[in-house]
């Protein structure tokens, strides 16, 4: 089993910035990967990045150069630099771990979310 602490979320006004944190702990395989994923009222849950154990990222199209997800191994900590902000970043975001890679695993866990809310 592994655990995720998902922290960070906020209210933000529209071209600011907010930095979501996840710390895993319990079962860390080295061989993993970790995203953010967000979900809008009244849509399906979308990934916007991931990272993987060994650094190689994904990012959605929307937010590619505005946001920057990064790790620190050590810690099991992943965190995502969210600059630029748009209201329509506006979601719950959601922290994942995955045993095996971004696309490619046997196990996944998810944290229980954060509020992150963009004001136009």
């Known amino acids: 089993q592994v655990q995720l602490v998902e922290s960070g979320g906020g209210l933000v006004q529209a071209g600011g910035s907010l930095r979501l944190s996840c710390a895993a702990s319990g079962s860390i395989v080295s061989r993993n990967a970790m995203g953010w994923y967000r979900q809008a009222p009244g849509k399906q849950r979308e990934l916007v990045a991931a990272i993987t154990s060994v650094g190689t990222t994904n990012y959605v199209d929307s937010v590619k150069g505005r946001f920057t997800i990064s790790r620190d191994n050590a810690k099991n900590t992943m965190y995502l630099q969210m600059n630029s902000l748009k209201p329509e970043d506006t979601a719950v975001y959601y922290c994942?771990?995955?045993?095996?890679?971004?696309?490619?695993?046997?196990?996944?866990?998810w944290g229980q979310g954060t509020q992150v809310t963009v004001s136009s």
């Open positions: 994942n771990f995955r045993l095996g890679g971004i696309y490619y695993y046997t196990e996944e866990f």
